[in-house]
C-alpha cells in the first residue's frame, strides 16, 4: 500500500467520526479514563464504550458526580 493510501484512508477514518475536534475529545475521554479509579478491566471496559460514540461525551464514566446523585437529568430550569 502506498503511502498516500494509507494517509487518505486515515482522513477518511477521522472525518467518519466528526473530525480532529472529535478526535481530540475521544483522546481527553480516553486520558481521564485512564487517571481515574478503578481496576485494569474496568478501565479497559469504559475505554471500549467511550470510543463506541465519536468525540468526548458530556459525562465521561471518569467524572461521575459523586456528591450529586441524579443531579444532571433534567431537573434545570423547572
Known sequence: MRLGNIANK??????????????K????????IAKGKGSLK??????GDALKT???SE???AQAPAGEPGAPTGQQGQ
Open 42 to 47: 474496568d478501565k479497559a471496559k469504559a475505554a
Open 59 to 61: 459525562e465521561p464514566p
Open 10 to 23: 486515515a482522513k477518511q477514518v477521522v472525518d467518519k467520526r466528526g473530525g480532529t475536534d472529535a478526535l
Open 54 to 56: 465519536p468525540g468526548k
Open 25 to 32: 475529545g475521544d483522546a481527553t475521554e480516553l486520558k481521564e
